[in-house]
C-alpha cells in the first residue's frame, strides 16, 4: 500500500441494493473482504430508474452505515420531487452520510411522473442550497459521450453545467478506451474545471452480459478486445484470465497517466475488483 502510484489516490466501489435478505448477507461478506483488501474511501449504492427501488437504497445505507462504512448513495432528479429529494437528504445527514452521487437518472419506461428537475445541474443547485457544504457531491462523466447526447460539445457541456452548479468530484462511466478519458480530461484542463475526474472501471467476468450492457449505456469494447471475449465465452477461466489482464493494464496506464484513483463497479462481487487490485500491486 506504500507504492507511489497510490500515494494520493482515492480508490472506490460501487454496490446496487441487494433484493434479498440473502443477498444483503452476502453484501457484507464482499464488503469485508473489500475493506480487508483495498479498504475504500467510500462505496457508493445505486439508485434504480425514477427511484424504483428506493427503500432498498436507503435500506443498503442504513446497513452500510451501521458498519461504519463511508457510503456514498446515488441520488438521481427523474421521476422525483423537490420534497421527496429533500427528505432523502435529511434522512441521508441523520445517518451522517456526507458524500452523495449526483445523477439524473434514466427516465422509466412507464415515464417520468412527478418531475421537478430535469437535469443533474439542477439537482446539483437544490442540494447546494438546501444543505451548504455538508455534502461532497460527485456527479457523472462520460469519456465517451452519453448515448442521449446529440454532439460531443453538448455532451461536454452537460458536464461543465454541473461542476458549476458546485460538484466536488466525478465517476466516469466505464471505459476500456484509454484515449478517450485522456481527451476528457484535455477538454477539462481547456475549460479550466479543475475537479477531480476519477474512472469508473468494470472488471470484466461475462461476455454476453458485458456487451448488452456496454451498447445500451455507450461504453465501447474495442474490437480487439471482443473478439477475445466471444473466443472464450465457453472457457470461462480463460476469459476471465484475460479480462483482468486487460482492466489491469487499463488501470496501471490511468494511474500512471495520473488519474486520481479508480472506482470500481463490483456487481455486488469481490473476486474480480480484488484480482485487479493483486494485479496492480498496490
Known amino acids: ?14 454496490f446496487f441494493p441487494p433484493r434479498t435478505e440473502a443477498g444483503m448477507e452476502k453484501l457484507v461478506v464482499v464488503r469485508n473482504e ?3 483488501n483495498i479498504n475504500p474511501a467510500f462505496y457508493s449504492v445505486t439508485f434504480g430508474a425514477g427511484g ?13 452505515r451501521e458498519d461504519n462504512a463511508s457510503v456514498a448513495p446515488h441520488i438521481s432528479c427523474i421521476g422525483s420531487t423537490r420534497e421527496q429529494i429533500k427528505l432523502l437528504l435529511d434522512h441521508y445527514i441523520s445517518r451522517g452520510v456526507t458524500r452523495l452521487v449526483t445523477l439524473r437518472g434514466d427516465v422509466p419506461e412507464e415515464g417520468q411522473g412527478a418531475n421537478d428537475f430535469m437535469h443533474a445541474n439542477e439537482l446539483v443547485e437544490f442540494i447546494r442550497r438546501e444543505t451548504g457544504n455538508h455534502f461532497h457531491i460527485e456527479v457523472a462523466a462520460y469519456p465517451e459521450y452519453h448515448p442521449e447526447s446529440t454532439t460531443p460539445e453538448s455532451d461536454f457541456e452537460y458536464f461543465k453545467r454541473k461542476i458549476e452548479a458546485g460538484a466536488d468530484s466525478a465517476i466516469t462511466q466505464y471505459f476500456y478506451n484509454i484515449d478517450a478519458y485522456l481527451r476528457f480530461m484535455d477538454n477539462c484542463s481547456r ?16 461476455y454476453k452480459g458485458l456487451v448488452r450492457f456496454s451498447d445500451n449505456c455507450g461504453a465501447e469494447i474495442p474490437r480487439w478486445i471482443r473478439k477475445q471475449l466471444e473466443a472464450y465465452e465457453d472457457d470461462i477461466d480463460s476469459l476471465l484470465a484475460f479480462g483482468a489482464d486487460v482492466v489491469t493494464s487499463l488501470c496501471s496506464r490511468l494511474l500512471e497517466s495520473g488519474a486520481p484513483g479508480l472506482h470500481f463497479y463490483t456487481l455486488n462481487q469481490s473476486q474480480a475488483s480484488l484480482e485487479i487490485w493483486r494485479k496492480l500491486n498496490l
Open 1 to 14: 500500500m506504500n507504492s507511489p502510484m497510490n500515494a494520493g489516490k482515492i480508490f472506490s466501489c460501487e
Open 52 to 64: 424504483s427501488n428506493r427503500d432498498r437504497t436507503l435500506d443498503t445505507v442504513d446497513q452500510l
Open 191 to 206: 475549460a479550466n474545471l479543475d475537479v477531480p475526474v476519477v474512472p469508473g472501471i468494470m472488471p470484466i467476468t461475462n
Open 34 to 36: 473489500l475493506d480487508k
